[in-house]
């Protein structure tokens, strides 16, 4: 398993800007980081850019941030 692999990374449309918008709060806490007309393109580019900052932290000696977003695993019927 790859560094980046550890951090949550989702897609979520945004209808104001009308396209595909990227987060991954552990490493961009300060919100979306690309969008794309579809999914898999905000995904792809989300996925470079992910990979491209831990490349980057981990080159400049810095400890990567401790991966604490997690998607809800248990979802309780009302």
Known sequence: ??????????IQWD????????????????GA???AS????AYRQ??????????ELQRAGK???RPGTRPMRDAVPA
């Open 38 to 41: 579809t999914e898999e393109e």
């Open 15 to 30: 209808d104001e800007d009308g396209l595909y918008v990227g987060y991954c709060p552990d490493l961009f806490p300060w």
């Open 46 to 55: 989300l996925c470079a850019l992910v990979a491209e900052e831990v490349d």
């Open 63 to 65: 400890e990567l941030p």
């Open 1 to 10: 398993m790859k560094p980046q692999d550890h951090y949550l990374k989702f």
């Open 33 to 35: 980081v690309c969008h």
